[in-house]
T-cell receptor, first 113, second 115 residues
Framework: DARVTQTPRHKVTEMGQEVTMRCQPI?????VFWYRQTMMQGLELLAY????????DSGMPKDRFSAEMPDATLATLKIQPSEPRDSAVYFC???????????FGPGTRLTVL | TQLLEQSPQFLSIQEGENLTVYCNSS?????LQWYRQEPGEGPVLLVT?????EVKKLKRLTFQFGDARKDSSLHITAAQTGDTGLYLC???????????????FGQGTILTVHP
């Protein structure tokens, strides 16, 4: 049963610390997405990769956020320095570009104190 | 920018009642998807509709794609407590360009079904 995995599931950190979230997409998928979900804003797209190339990161605060895909089995989202307003659930999703359907991981719940 | 508006935002009903959730846009989508999200988990794909006017049924859930491919609805018959969750619609743009493969998500409908 192929699934998207994310680590860690929960992260509590202090303001100013670096946070790294990791995602393993489903093998064979050629798109990877990072989303942030809050009650106020809903599901926001932060970054979009197609065949490991970053195509869209317009939703990401560039001064503190960065997203990479060092290889096909790993996507990372980093926040440095973290701020309390970054507290949210961060989801990774993967899919096939020709089908548009996305398969979500269980999310990382981030709390920045 | 393509936008999807979902209504209602919140829905609280008793078990056994019927309900409909709407997803509307002024943009045309090549396909539209519905996801359900339960607390502490990621959204899970329920269905994809691709043809204008298409109707798909998944047990007690009926999904319809508008003729013009700009809107969709989700109807649940005889709701059960297990239907409780956040329902999200998402539209896919036409093929080509950097948006290909991305989805535009609605804000979601929080459904609570009381026993």
């Amino acid at each position: 049963d192929a699934r998207v995995t994310q680590t860690p599931r929960h992260k509590v950190t202090e303001m100013g610390q670096e946070v790294t979230m990791r995602c393993q997409p489903i093998l064979g998928h050629n798109t990877v997405f990072w989303y942030r979900q809050t009650m106020m804003q809903g599901l926001e797209l932060l970054a979009y990769f197609r065949n490991r190339a970053p195509l869209d990161d317009s939703g990401m605060p560039k001064d503190r956020f960065s997203a990479e895909m060092p290889d096909a089995t790993l996507a990372t989202l980093k926040i440095q320095p973290s701020e309390p307003r970054d507290s949210a659930v961060y989801f990774c999703a993967s899919g096939l570009v020709e089908k548009s359907e996305q398969f979500f991981g269980p999310g990382t719940r981030l709390t920045v104190l | 920018t393509q936008l999807l508006e979902q209504s209602p935002q919140f829905l609280s009903i008793q078990e056994g009642e019927n309900l409909t959730v709407y997803c509307n846009s002024s943009s045309v989508f090549s396909s539209l998807q519905w996801y359900r999200q339960e607390p502490g988990e990621g959204p899970v794909l329920l269905v994809t509709v691709v043809t204008g006017g298409e109707v798909k049924k998944l047990k007690r859930l009926t999904f319809q794609f508008g003729d013009a491919r700009k809107d969709s609805s989700l109807h649940i018959t005889a709701a059960q407590t297990g239907d409780t969750g956040l329902y999200l619609c998402a539209g896919a743009p036409d093929a080509g360009g950097t948006s290909y493969g991305k989805l535009t998500f609605g804000q979601g409908t929080i459904l609570t079904v009381h026993p």
